[in-house]
């Protein structure tokens, strides 16, 4: 893998400790809050002691959870990359 993508993906929403790292240029309304979510092997995270499916695919990796007064937003990036030969014609 090359050094540029591992420094994209290292400068992705979550510090390396699944802290969440907001952008300075976000607003957000009154009342809302970033939180940091590990999703369970199940594809489960909880929140306010109830359970919430996102996604088995997303297992083992931290999710940002904005939580706003009256909903509860799940954002994430799904790092990509992908490499593949080329034929010589």
């Given at each position: 893998?090359?050094?540029?993508?591992?420094?994209?993906?290292?400068?992705?929403?979550?510090?390396?400790?699944?802290?969440?790292?907001?952008?300075?240029?976000?607003?957000?309304p009154d009342?809302?809050?970033?939180?940091?979510?590990?999703?369970?092997?199940?594809?489960h995270i909880?929140?306010?002691?109830?359970?919430?499916?996102?996604?088995?695919?997303?297992?083992?990796?931290?999710?940002?959870?904005?939580?706003?007064?009256?909903?509860?937003?799940?954002?994430?990036?799904?790092?990509?990359?992908?490499?593949?030969?080329l034929a010589?014609?």
């Amino acid at each position: 893998m090359s050094k540029a993508i591992q420094a994209s993906r290292q400068a992705s929403t979550h510090g390396e400790d699944g802290e969440v790292c907001a952008s300075p240029s976000m607003s957000l309304p009154d009342g809302t809050a970033i939180l940091s979510r590990k999703v369970a092997r199940s594809g489960h995270i909880s929140y306010d002691g109830r359970p919430y499916f996102i996604s088995k695919s997303l297992a083992g990796r931290y999710i940002r959870l904005i939580v706003a007064p009256d909903r509860l937003i799940v954002d994430t990036a799904i790092p990509l990359h992908k490499e593949y030969p080329l034929a010589e014609a």
